[in-house]
């Protein structure tokens, strides 16, 4: 939406999905302040960001009153407070629902407190403890923890991996070099305890990288091509798979469906490319692998 066109706008929310920083600074360019929320369904509003960032370029959220909140690094099962700490984001205070009414117990979500009060939700978000401008507690929010994973001792950013793979797949759709442009999308998922596959060191995999490639038949030089980017921008312990047609959407969300990716992949071999296990999953490979 053009500013222009909303001139009774005094100050725009934004929660979910990460609004564009491009447009968020177009608006606040007008004057309008824009403040990002962060809200789940197991805790209401509880920080906010009106645009500042770290030198990372990641959101700095201010907490709102009523809420404490701390950190447990990833391993351990302490809550610390202090300036500098990192790990999962836990809180607790009236924004946050006491458990679900229908269905198991959610004790692994919550951790308990030294002061023998409310328990602290975890809620799977990573962050750094910084300094506000006033000096007050605020967090740098670096990403999901079930976006991490441990490969070679070392942790793994799938989301920033993710991120990466769809710029590479963004410059090659649109690389004006005589080859056949492509369209495709891409979804990188932790194994999250599945039978992983082997990836190519003969290890398990840590994580599923999914692509998919819209176009039924392009040309030999261009698949080879773009194999050649995805395989340099894959992260380390990550298995390739390459999909016909869109990746598969939540109905109400229209989100990824992560779990049908994965569902996917139970009972089948994960080699690539063809051998025996192609016959068997000729529905889940592009043609253009075929391609001479």
């Not at 706008?9 to 403040?35: D, M, Q």
């Not at 962060?38 to 009106?50: G, R």
């Not at 308990?112 to 300094?131: H, K, W």
């Not at 290890?203 to 050649?228: C, E, Q, Y």
């Amino acid at each position: 939406l053009d500013p222009k066109i909303l001139p009774a706008i005094r100050c725009i929310f934004t929660w979910g999905e990460a609004l564009s920083w491009v447009l968020a600074e177009r608006w606040r360019g007008k004057g309008v302040p824009v403040l990002d929320l962060l809200i789940s369904t197991e805790y209401l509003l509880s920080f906010v960001c009106d645009g500042k960032t770290s030198s990372m370029g990641r959101s700095i959220y201010s907490a709102v009153a009523g809420v404490d909140f701390g950190v447990v690094p990833s391993g351990e099962t302490k809550l610390l407070k202090d300036m500098g700490s990192s790990g999962e984001l836990c809180l607790r205070g009236p924004m946050v629902t006491q458990g679900y009414r229908f269905g198991p117990s959610e004790g692994a979500a919550f951790i308990d407190a030294e002061d023998c009060g409310p328990p602290f939700f975890r809620t799977r978000d990573l962050v750094n403890l910084v300094a506000g401008a006033s000096g007050s507690l605020c967090i740098e929010f670096c990403g999901r923890n079930d976006q991490l994973v441990k490969v070679a001792g070392q942790f793994v950013d799938l989301g920033e991996a993710e991120r990466r793979l769809e710029a590479v797949l963004a410059e090659r759709a649109h690389t004006s070099t005589g080859l056949h442009s492509i369209s495709a999308e891409v979804s990188v998922v932790p194994a999250q305890g599945m039978a992983s596959a082997p990836s190519t060191s003969g290890t398990p995999s840590a994580a599923h990288v999914f692509v998919a490639v819209r176009d039924s038949v392009i040309g030999a030089p261009t698949a080879a091509a773009l194999l050649k980017s995805i395989r340099a921008a894959l992260p380390r312990g990550a298995a390739l798979h390459l999909v016909t047609g869109p990746l598969p959407r939540d109905a109400v969300t229209g989100k990824v469906d992560r779990k049908a990716l994965l569902a996917s992949l139970e009972g089948r071999s994960p080699s690539l490319p063809a051998s025996p296990a192609l016959k068997e999953r000729l529905q889940s490979y592009p043609q253009w692998l075929m391609a001479t």
